[in-house]
């Protein structure tokens, strides 16, 4: 069989890449259930009518089908019915129907976690792929949700990367801003088409002012004065309540004053006092933050690692007020979203963190020779009993080629099973000799009392200076 190409766009990580992932994993659930949020896991695939609403996302989409199917059933080439299914390409989408599905069944306001993978057709490159890992938190209340949690959500992400600062992932800044000003000053200065600005402002960091400059005036029929005043406003950030003062003057200027932007206004600021009180530095007022998509109603936000800032956003999100409704009802929420995938590639690629092994082993234990094998097993055995990760060596060759397979697997630790004394007689089964082959240190052992270090117990994810 040739060597198979790998696929792009599908990662795959090494075991000591997986360590790595599992503790990012482990990292932001641990937090998320902290601060009251509840699991939950949706099926991977949704109606391809409900996944096509977002237009823009069409071509992304994966459709599902049989590789042989019958004539006639739902969801074939002929049959363009509303059962044909797609793969999810976000959490978004699939948790809204959740909550419509299951409105009788929750306490609302519902707080929830949702850990999965997506997939998504789009161009692979650097933290881009087509199948990734998704940690999703959201909160949706019945008929209304109070503002405050706008202002919560985005600090429990932040409390929940702060937490990976201690094993080598940079610092992150969350830059939010407020859907409100953007659409109270836009239509203050006689611009309507709120979401086709937005949707050129979102792309300033991409191709620059001069060319969304460009767009504004040709697509959204911005005269030069209003599309210079709608950079002017992208231009304004800071970690303070001196942003509203800077955007509320500016507004002023232009006769751009509107109550939607006065209450945008005093949003932006709540959040951006709790912040500088709850994490300094952390949260940044930042006006260009657009986020393209159109269900977003109020707090939109987007976080960067400091230092990658060129890797884009790596968790995004904000309010939406509509997105989940049955018609009779309607559930409001606000939510962010963590590319993990698109987090741990950079960690990994740039080197900034490392596994101490990729094997959960802490010990081998030696096997003396074939027949006597059910003497390590049960060394094994009693290590495991006491929580402690054991492997038996795969055959009974010399001790230096045993060592060996444990030095390449990473294992710690080998033990060494006692030999029969000069009369023959049997050494009780559980002692022994376990050797530290990264030190050489060699001691007596008895596996009903004796445990590696803590730090040894188990694979620890380090800065990869500190590896």
Known sequence: MARPTPLSGFPEWLPDGRVVEQHVLDTLRRTFELHGFAGIETRAVEPLDQLLRKGETSKEVYVLRRLQEEPGAEGTSGDRSEKQLGLHFDLTVPFARYVLENAGRLAFPFKRYQIQKVWRGERPQDGRFREFVQADIDVVGAGELPYHYEVE??????????????????????????????????????????????????????????????????????????????????????????????????????????????????????????????????????????????????????????GHEQLGSICSGGRYDTLASDGKNTYPGVGLSIGVSRLVSRLLSAGLVAATRGVPTAVLVAVTDEAHRDRSDAVAAALRARGIPVDVAPTAAKFGKQIKVADRRGIPFVWFPAQPGEDGAEPEVLVGQVKDIRSGEQVDADAASWAPPAEDRLPRVVPAAAE
């Open 153 to 306: 959500l985005p600090l429990v992400m932040a409390e929940a990367l702060g937490a990976l600062r201690d094993v080598g992932v940079p610092e992150v800044r969350i830059l939010v801003n407020n859907r409100k000003v953007a659409e109270g000053f836009y239509r203050g200065l006689g611009l309507d088409d709120v979401e086709g600005v937005l949707r050129q402002v979102d792309k300033l960091d991409k191709i620059g002012p001069d060319a969304v400059a460009e767009l504004l005036q040709a697509e959204q029929g911005a005269t030069p004065e209003q599309a210079k005043a709608c950079l002017e406003l992208a231009a304004i950030s800071g970690t303070d309540t001196t942003v509203v003062d800077r955007v509320r003057a500016l507004a002023a200027s232009y006769g751009a004053v509107t109550d939607l932007l006065e209450t945008g206004l005093g949003e932006l600021a709540a959040l951006v006092e709790s912040a500088a009180r709850r994490a300094p530095g952390v949260v940044v007022a930042d006006l260009k933050i657009a986020r393209g998509l159109d269900y977003y109603t109020g707090s939109v936000y987007e976080t960067v690692l400091v």
